[in-house]
């Protein structure tokens, strides 16, 4: 793919540690938005930053982009069972949305 | 506000059989996308319209899918003889423009047997 990659493809960690996941692409994006899909659902947006930020927050999630080394992370403090999802990366040019494949959290109790 | 509803949720064919999906946008936005997601895989852009113009079907199947959104508001999806291979979740998603926060539907399952 041309886009999106997550470099972990399933994740299982215990409720209240901490996860990142790391997203590389390799052509000119604009913002890179991240997706959460929970089964059986479409995928819903829970955070997007844009190529001048470096770092965005909200609530317990934090996105970082170094447009440099074309890499996006986004990581979750004290993880949650309800977090346990399949979260993609999607980087844009402002003409589509381009998905990788997926990292599989698995947040265990 | 309604969401992006799709429709039907779920479909089981035999193999040659033709299949369609509907989809119905959050009012006003002009950008709609269909994806198609194998199991265990992300979604995969099908083809992305803005208002009633196809902007990009480079990766639609052309000899057995069809898209159309005939008024720049709902929009079909057929797939004519399906195959195994086109087992998969069927996803649409509206925008406010392209590159904009995409808001999807539920999905549609469709089981080729």
């Known amino acids: 793919s041309q886009w999106g990659e997550e470099n972990l493809q399933a994740l299982s960690i215990q409720e209240g540690e901490d996860v990142t996941m790391n997203c590389s692409y390799k052509?000119?994006?604009?913002?890179v938005h991240w997706y959460r899909q929970d089964s059986g659902r479409g995928p819903a947006l829970i955070i997007l930053?844009?190529?001048?930020?470096r770092e965005k927050r909200s609530g317990r999630l934090r996105a970082t982009l170094d447009t440099s080394s074309q890499s996006s992370s986004l990581s979750i403090t004290a993880a949650q069972c309800e977090d346990t999802a399949v979260y993609f990366c999607?980087?844009?040019?402002?003409?589509?949305?381009?998905f990788g494949k997926g990292t599989h959290l698995h947040v265990l109790p | 506000e309604a969401g992006v509803t799709q429709s039907p949720r779920y479909a089981v064919l035999q193999e040659g059989q033709a299949v369609s999906f509907w989809c119905d946008p959050i009012?006003?936005?002009?950008?709609l996308y269909w994806y198609q997601q194998p199991r265990d895989q992300g979604p995969q852009l099908l083809v992305y319209?803005?208002?009633?113009?196809?902007?990009?079907n480079s990766q639609l199947p052309s000899d057995r899918f069809s898209a159309v959104r005939p008024k720049g508001t709902n929009s079909t999806l057929k797939i004519q003889s399906a195959k195994q291979g086109d087992t998969a979740t069927y996803l649409c998603?509206?925008?406010?423009?392209?590159?904009?926060?995409?808001?999807f539907g539920e999905g549609s399952r469709l089981i080729v047997v």
């Open positions: 319209f803005r208002d009633e113009a196809v902007i990009d």
């Open positions: 930053i844009r190529s001048n930020e």
């Open positions: 009012s006003g936005h002009d950008t």
């Open positions: 998603a509206s925008s406010l423009g392209p590159g904009n926060t995409l808001y």
């Open positions: 999607a980087p844009t040019n402002a003409y589509k949305v381009i």
């Open positions: 052509t000119y994006t604009t913002v």
